[in-house]
């Protein structure tokens, strides 16, 4: 049946994590999985909560922008409870978007790479985008949203023309749709391990399993960062997530929130 809705209980039954996801929330539809996450939260909603919609009618990127979430894709949010200070909120992007990756390389064998900040592409196409938002308690976080958009099965007629040249999805790729459940029970299985890695303090693992995924670093780049724009090498991203970028006149630049576009020259 063309992009069905998931079956949540085949869902339930498949998953396999030790806490995430046992409290889910299937919509069919919602403005945003992130709002309704944020709202769950605010009510005490446990950590490992996890809302996931069939389509969303303002669902979100960074800096604001519209996420087009037509009926097929992944749209899912999990509330988190780190012990972390708000400028260390960005690992939590980096480790989600390792366990992304890693799971579409194993479970269909595509060559799934990272880019900074937040996405996933497949052949320098846009499969998966995600977005952290986080609630603050004085400099640390209350709670942290964790919203990652995965392109799955529909094909790109279902998304704007305006994007149909940046963006691609699992069916566009495979040429037939994924099962969905087993592709979300494997996706929160590795992002539960992760997860406990992470809190166990092994940011290196997290860190380098980012690095061998990446598809700029080492990659001549541009920045957008608000009103500026400047190029350079992409070298590194340092020990809190931040990208490390050689400027063409070989000054060292952080870069702490900008878009990042790899140089079609390369």
Same mark, same amino acid.
């Given at each position: 049946?063309k992009?069905r809705?998931?079956n949540?209980?085949?869902l339930?039954?498949?998953?396999?994590?030790t806490w995430?996801?046992?409290?889910?929330?299937?919509?069919?539809?919602?403005?945003?999985t992130?709002n309704v996450a944020k709202?769950?939260?605010e009510?005490?909603?446990e950590?490992?909560t996890?809302?996931?919609?069939?389509t969303q009618?303002?669902?979100?990127?960074?800096?604001?922008?519209?996420w087009?979430?037509?009926?097929?894709g992944v749209w899912?949010?999990?509330?988190?409870?780190?012990?972390?200070?708000? =400028? $260390?909120?960005?690992?939590i /992007? @980096?480790?989600?978007a390792?366990? *992304?990756?890693?799971?579409i390389r194993?479970e269909? %064998?595509?060559n799934?790479?990272?880019?900074?900040?937040?996405?996933?592409?497949?052949d320098r196409?846009?499969?998966?985008?995600?977005?952290?938002?986080?609630v603050?308690?004085?400099?640390?976080?209350?709670?942290?949203i964790?919203?990652i958009?995965?392109n799955?099965?529909?094909e790109?007629?279902?998304l704007p023309?305006?994007?149909?040249?940046?963006?691609?999805?699992?069916?566009e790729?495979?040429?037939k749709?994924?099962? =969905? $459940?087993?592709?979300i029970? /494997? @996706?929160l299985?590795?992002?539960? *391990?992760y997860y406990?890695?992470?809190k166990e303090g %092994?940011?290196?693992?997290?860190l380098?399993?980012?690095?061998?995924?990446?598809c700029?670093?080492?990659?001549k780049?541009?920045?957008?960062d608000?009103?500026?724009?400047f190029?350079?090498?992409?070298?590194?991203?340092?020990k809190?997530?931040?990208?490390?970028?050689?400027?063409?006149?070989?000054?060292?630049?952080?870069?702490?929130?900008?878009?990042?576009t790899l140089?079609?020259t390369?």
């Amino acid at each position: 049946m063309k992009n069905r809705s998931l079956n949540i209980e085949k869902l339930r039954k498949k998953l396999k994590t030790t806490w995430l996801g046992k409290n889910l929330h299937h919509f069919m539809e919602t403005d945003s999985t992130n709002n309704v996450a944020k709202a769950l939260a605010e009510q005490g909603a446990e950590e490992g909560t996890i809302i996931i919609a069939e389509t969303q009618t303002y669902g979100r990127g960074r800096l604001g922008r519209k996420w087009e979430s037509p009926k097929g894709g992944v749209w899912l949010s999990i509330i988190l409870k780190p012990k972390l200070k708000m =400028r $260390e909120i960005v690992k939590i /992007n @980096l480790l989600a978007a390792v366990a *992304v990756a890693k799971t579409i390389r194993e479970e269909f %064998k595509l060559n799934a790479e990272v880019k900074w900040p937040n996405d996933i592409l497949i052949d320098r196409r846009k499969v998966c985008g995600i977005l952290t938002e986080a609630v603050s308690e004085g400099d640390r976080a209350k709670y942290v949203i964790l919203g990652i958009g995965i392109n799955a099965n529909f094909e790109l007629a279902a998304l704007p023309e305006t994007l149909r040249a940046t963006a691609t999805s699992l069916k566009e790729i495979l040429g037939k749709e994924v099962d =969905r $459940e087993k592709f979300i029970c /494997n @996706l929160l299985k590795n992002f539960e *391990v992760y997860y406990e890695k992470f809190k166990e303090g %092994k940011t290196d693992l997290i860190l380098n399993n980012w690095r061998k995924l990446s598809c700029i670093l080492n990659r001549k780049v541009q920045i957008s960062d608000y009103k500026k724009k400047f190029e350079g090498l992409a070298i590194d991203i340092d020990k809190d997530g931040y990208l490390i970028v050689k400027l063409n006149n070989g000054i060292l630049k952080k870069i702490l929130s900008a878009d990042v576009t790899l140089r079609l020259t390369d």
